[in-house]
C-alpha cells in the first residue's frame, strides 16, 4: 500500500481556505497512492472553539473528503470538528474511494488545552480493513496512551494524526518508534507545521516506522507530500519469526 503523508500549515478556523489548500496538494501528487492522510482538525487548526467552527456528517467538508475520494479514486483521512447530537467531537474520517466512511472520535482529550471541557470523548477503537490491511486511526494525545493502542486486533498499521506542537517534539518521535516496536506493525504520524492562533510553533516531525522500529520516512519539518510504501508480506514474516504478539497480555479497557 501506498500513503502520502500532508504535513502543512493550517489557516485558523477557515475551512474553506484549508480544503482548497490540500487539495490543491492532493492535485500536485503525481503518482498513483493509495491512501492520503491529513493533519488533525485539518479544517480548522486545533481550536477549543468549536461552536464557531463546527460542522455536520453532511457538512460541506465531509462532502468535500467524498467527493476527491471518489474523484480521485483513493481514500482520504484526516480529523475534524463534528457536531451531532448536541455534543462535539474530535472525529477522525476514514472515507474510501467508494465514498463510504468510518470514523473515529478522539478518546484522549487533551486536558492540557482544556480540550476535555468542550469535546465529548470517544468510547470505541476503530480498526479500518482497506485493501486487506487492518488500519488502526487515531489522534494525536491517544499516542501517549499505550494500553489504548495495544495491537490486541492484529493490525497491520497504526495511524496517528496531530497537531503536536515543538515543545514536545522528542516524546512525539520516541512514541511512534515505541508503538511500531511493541505491537510489531507499520507506525505513521502525521503532523502540521506552523504557528497556529496560540502562537505554538509546530515543526512537523511526520514520519513513517516500520515494524522494527526503522524510518521509511525520517521526520520532516518542512511542508510537504511524502510517500511511502508499505510491504505487508515483509512485516508478516518478521511476526512470524519473531512471534512476539503472541505473548501479549490479556486486559480490559474500562469505558469501552
Not at 123 to 132: E, N, Q, S
Request: glycine fraction near 6%.
Amino acid at each position: 500500500m501506498k500513503i502520502a503523508l500532508i504535513q502543512s500549515v493550517l489557516h485558523w478556523e477557515n475551512p474553506e481556505r484549508n480544503r482548497n489548500h490540500f487539495e490543491q496538494k492532493i492535485n500536485e501528487i503525481n503518482e498513483v497512492v493509495d491512501l492520503v492522510v491529513l493533519p488533525e482538525m485539518f479544517s480548522t487548526g486545533f481550536t477549543m472553539n468549536p461552536s464557531q467552527v463546527a460542522e455536520t456528517m453532511r457538512g460541506e467538508t465531509v462532502l468535500w473528503m467524498i467527493s476527491l475520494a471518489k474523484a480521485k479514486k483513493i481514500a482520504i483521512t484526516g480529523s475534524l470538528v463534528i457536531e451531532e447530537d448536541g455534543k462535539f467531537y474530535n472525529r477522525l474520517l476514514f472515507v474510501f474511494p467508494s465514498g463510504e466512511l468510518q470514523h473515529y472520535d478522539k478518546r484522549h482529550l487533551f486536558t492540557l488545552a482544556g480540550e476535555d471541557k468542550v469535546y465529548t470523548k470517544g468510547t470505541r477503537k476503530l480498526i479500518v480493513d482497506y485493501l486487506g490491511w487492518k488500519i488502526c486511526p487515531l489522534i494525536c494525545y491517544d499516542l501517549r496512551f499505550p494500553v489504548f493502542s495495544r495491537n490486541t486486533e492484529t493490525y497491520d498499521l497504526v495511524l496517528y494524526v496531530a497537531n503536536w506542537p515543538k515543545i514536545r517534539t522528542n516524546a512525539w518521535d520516541t512514541l511512534l518508534k515505541a508503538r511500531a516496536i511493541e505491537n510489531v506493525c507499520y507506525s505513521i504520524g502525521v503532523n502540521r507545521v506552523g504557528l497556529d492562533y496560540h502562537q505554538f510553533e509546530h515543526i512537523g516531525h511526520s514520519q513513517a516506522i516500520d515494524f522494527l522500529g526503522e524510518y521509511l520516512i525520517k521526520p520532516q519539518e518542512t511542508e510537504g507530500v511524502f510517500i511511502v510504501e508499505l510491504d505487508k508480506e515483509k512485516m508478516y514474516e518478521t511476526r512470524k519469526k519473531l512471534d512476539f504478539l503472541n505473548d501479549k497480555d490479556d486486559f480490559i479497557i474500562e469505558g469501552l
